[in-house]
């Protein structure tokens, strides 16, 4: 699916970039906000540009500013976002309820950056200044508010962003007021970002929706829903890497990635990327072949596994979680979503999977080569595996069969 956003530069007094702020936009043409649903704006934002691909890298370690209506406050759908790139904008129209103000603290003692966008101060609005690390003042208001709200911000210590910035003499007031971020076209311009996102499918939701409102819910009932979208699975090891981003051990299945996670944060996850309108009508056929492939990877593990139990990266008691989620990831990358060698290079996935989606000389790239040669008939190929790992043609034949059985009744299931 295609989505798209749009990204502002922030400069510092040196006119150095220093953040950039994120705003929704629906088309490549789109030039202005034109969502009518804030929540789904911001989710929609946020799911773009922080689970489609790591923002470390296509933000190189800036900060990044983006609009966060009341429900999204009060929610905490920050703590699924890492606190060390993620400015929380508190949208002019949050009212500082009781709610608010203690989800605000919450957030603010956590360390999350808040910004107060289009701030003017008022009675209602002031108890919100004691939380906000910055206040985005626009400089198209009164001048007397303005000037009323940025004498209170200099006397409290707060640094002010001006934004809306056109000419020269926008800047020059600003700076006497005492700001020291800017934003504006004088600046620049927001650019569009256009990216192939995958959409993880409406069915996997509502597997998951009603599988999270039992009580009795396992993990591994959880894990196994969520590897059957492969879409899902890319985005959820982005939020568990946003997690434990600093964690050694290296993710090898998605049962353990909901481990780490734990259900209250998978609930999270899961509810947040639902509010992003998803893709619609049926199972097509990239999707079906990701399933294939990782019922492929697996089975092929399994004849691996009873020939050679005793060779090194093969005796392992996650061998087949672990193929079977390469042959998942493999259909993103081969469909180009967006999603770089560096990025992926950057998921917390183990060096095995790794090998394997790389293609490198190891037994889990050689499954991934045999998969994709299978797939597309390079027979030669297949022999030189066969050949390789004293697997027959007859077992491939037999593995064949049952996994497109296994895949056609896991997309009937879906279809359900």
Known sequence: MDSYYARQPIFNLINDTIAYELLYRNSIKSM????????????SVINSSFFGDDPRIIFRGKKTYINFTENLILNRTAFMLPSDILVIEVLEDVKPTDEVLAALKELHDYGYKLALDDYVVTDENFPMLQYADIIKIDFRCSKSDIERTAAICQKLSKRMLAEKIETDEDLYYAKSLGAVFFQG????????VSLKNPTPLQTTFLHLVAKLSDDNIEIREISKI??????MTLKFLRFVNFLRYDWMEKIKSVHQAVM??????????????????IKQGFVDEIITTGFFRAKF?????NILLKNYSNTKNIKNRRFNDE????????????????????????????SE????????????????????????GQWDNVDIF??????SQNDLSTINLACIKHTNALVRGIGR
């Open 323 to 350: 193929m079977y989620l390469m042959g998942l990831i493999s259909i993103i990358i081969d469909c180009n979503f967006d999603t770089s060698t560096e990025s992926i290079d950057s998921l917390p996935l183990s």
């Open 185 to 192: 076209y004088y600046f620049s311009k927001p650019i569009i």
């Open 353 to 376: 999977i790794k090998s394997g989606l790389f293609g490198q000389d190891t037994v889990f790239g050689d499954v991934m080569r045999a998969v994709l040669a299978y797939e597309s």
């Open 32 to 43: 202005s906000y034109n969502a009518t649903d804030g929540d789904h704006a911001s989710a």
């Open 226 to 231: 969520i590897q059957t979208d492969a879409a």
């Open 260 to 277: 780490i996670a734990g259900l209250k944060k998978t609930r999270d996850f899961i509810y947040f990327v639902g509010l992003q309108q």
């Open 297 to 301: 990877c697996e089975s092929l593990s």
């Open 386 to 391: 066969c050949e390789k790992y004293k697997i």
